[in-house]
């Protein structure tokens, strides 16, 4: 199954400042996925990120607050911007392959 | 769309004992489904998942889940819990629409071992 790295593992921002995450995978992928985890909750779709098109979004998130980038098949960017308290979570990337979902490791940002 | 319910938030067993996770679904047709481990601090670990087929799954850390149509249920079992379960634990199924084949969550269960 597909291997992604995904960095920064975690970071401490400013309020109103924006924080890039990048997700490379080692094989080339159609579809990226990029989730939400707040504080003790479960896992929420962001948006789904297809080479070439824009990135598709679900309810409650929009590209202004969570530009995405996909250059290519295997690789894909997340910036989540004008950072408030509320966006300390963590943020997953994801792919699907034959076998299921590979996700990465995520990252813990803290929005001080 | 499809989606999942975890009814148990919270979970205490005592190590040794056996384990049982409920997870309900909500689709019409076979639907693929996971169960996915989080320890703190950590990622997402792949337990198994039901495509189709057998409806009794075997996966790895000794865990099985077993898929009942007539339930719409895809519980996780364990027969005998270690302290290192302690952990999260998420049921997901796939979500098939235009935007793509994505996985939808349930909340969560969150497990704790007594020793």
């Known amino acids: 199954s597909a291997v992604i790295s995904q960095k920064p593992s975690r970071d401490i921002c400013q309020r109103g400042t924006s924080l890039t995450i990048q997700c490379q995978v080692d094989s080339q992928v159609t579809m990226m996925f990029w989730y939400r985890q707040q504080p003790g909750q479960s896992l929420t779709l962001i948006a789904t990120a297809n080479q070439g098109s824009e990135a598709t979004y679900e309810s409650g998130f929009v590209i202004d607050k969570f530009p995405i980038s996909r250059p290519n098949l295997t690789f894909s960017t997340l910036t989540v911007s004008n950072l408030s308290p509320e966006d300390s979570s963590i943020y997953l990337c994801s792919v699907g392959t034959g076998n299921g979902y590979t996700f990465g490791s995520g990252t813990r940002l803290t929005v001080v | 769309a499809q989606s999942v319910t975890q009814p148990d938030i919270h979970i205490t067993v005592s190590e040794g004992a056996s384990l049982e996770l409920r997870c309900n679904y909500s689709?019409?047709?076979?639907?693929?489904l996971f169960w996915y481990v989080q320890s703190p601090g950590q990622g997402l670990q792949l337990l198994l998942k039901y495509f189709s087929g057998d409806t009794l799954v075997q996966g790895i850390k000794g865990f099985e889940a077993e898929f009942k149509r007539s339930q719409s249920s895809f519980n996780l079992r364990k027969p005998s819990v270690h302290w290192s379960d302690a952990a999260e634990y998420f049921c997901a199924v796939v979500n098939f629409n235009n935007a793509g084949n994505m996985l939808t969550f349930g909340g969560g269960t969150r497990l704790m071992v007594k020793p």
């Open positions: 689709y019409g047709a076979t639907p693929y």
